[in-house]
């Protein structure tokens, strides 16, 4: 049994949570992020292409946008190129089950069936867009809550054992007679049959609900809830950037705290007064010393505050932070 961190997991449910139609506002866990993210697939057209055919509101996943992680934290890239690498005869059961399930295929899935490998490559595109459009700005803030999930489970584990990690872990799962039971999996699943060990994979998007990926001979998947995610998108206070004025200058310390969340460089502009071509200058010095990311939207270029970024400016924030709250995602 092993932890890992998977991209692609938190593509699939994510995508799934935008499809669902909960408005932002109605939305208990992630209204601030669906907010921000909807409007941009839908002006991009994602919401309408081949991923959005392959990931239905509900039922199967095809399982090769899903392969088994080949270590802790395989990154996009690693996922992409075995989704692109993955046999005809394997999208082709995995797009009989989908048309069984949802009572046919769309156009671009039909495609794909005829020709898995002239169409594969086209998934693996439409997936990198989504990703630079609705996860990568978010990214450092998604992996900190996952990282802190199997940091936390890992020791449990260690302290208390595989039985207690198990029956802790929700309560559709627990640890009876040397095995672990489903109680909300639809069909058998066996030791003889499911493939060598088992994969857990904290999610953000999985909720409520455990989700299972099982395709032998690669061993079972299980995607659950993580710790931390009903805080995910919390105000955080706004931190006061006077200390770090000092040391980055003024301009490129109020840029890097108006990034609680992602904005293009003609949203900064407006915020803060600063001329674009300034703003632009200023965030390429940011990104350079590696403090902010930047990220293709469409038409626009989204800039966030990378993981180095947020230390830096929670360091620099004093004893005072606490003085006026951020609205938005940080």
């Given amino acids: 049994m092993r932890f890992a961190v998977s991209p692609m997991w938190e593509v699939g449910t994510s995508l799934r949570l935008l499809a669902s139609g909960a408005s932002g506002a109605s939305h208990a866990v992630h209204g601030r992020w669906v907010e921000q993210v909807r409007p941009r697939l839908a002006a991009s057209g994602l919401d309408r292409g081949r991923l959005a055919e392959l990931v239905p509101r509900r039922g199967f996943v095809p399982d090769f946008l899903n392969p088994a992680p080949d270590g802790p934290a395989p990154t996009l890239e690693r996922e ?193 007064g600063l001329s674009a071509s300034g703003v632009s200058q200023y965030l390429t010095a940011l990104r350079d010393a590696g403090l902010v990311s930047a990220h293709r939207a469409g038409r626009s270029v989204l800039y966030a505050r990378t993981t180095a970024g947020e230390s830096l400016l929670g360091a620099g924030s004093g004893p005072d932070v606490g003085a006026g709250a951020d609205t938005d995602m940080t």
């Fill in 80 to 272: 992409l190129a075995r989704i692109v690498a993955s046999s005809a005869a394997a999208v082709r059961r995995d797009l009989d089950r989908l048309e069984e399930e949802q009572g046919g295929l769309g156009p671009r899935s039909r495609a794909l069936y005829a020709d898995p490998r002239a169409h594969l490559p086209r998934v693996a595109e439409e997936i990198e867009l989504y990703w630079e459009s609705a996860l990568a700005p978010y990214w450092a803030r998604i992996r900190a809550v996952l990282d802190a999930d199997v940091l936390h489970r890992s020791r449990r584990v260690a302290e208390q054992g595989v039985a207690h990690l198990f029956n802790d872990l929700h309560a559709s799962l627990s640890w009876s007679d040397n095995g672990v039971r489903f109680a909300l999996r639809r069909g058998a699943l066996s030791r003889g049959t499911a493939g060598p060990g088992l994969v857990l994979l904290p999610s953000a998007f999985a909720g409520p609900f455990p989700l299972t990926r099982v395709a032998p001979p690669e061993p079972p998947q299980v995607a659950y809830p993580a710790r931390g995610t009903g805080t995910l998108w919390e105000p955080r206070a706004a931190a006061p950037t006077e200390a770090l004025a000092a040391v980055l200058g003024r301009s490129r310390s109020r840029l890097l705290a108006e990034l609680g969340s992602p904005a293009s460089t003609t949203e900064l502009a407006a915020r803060t």
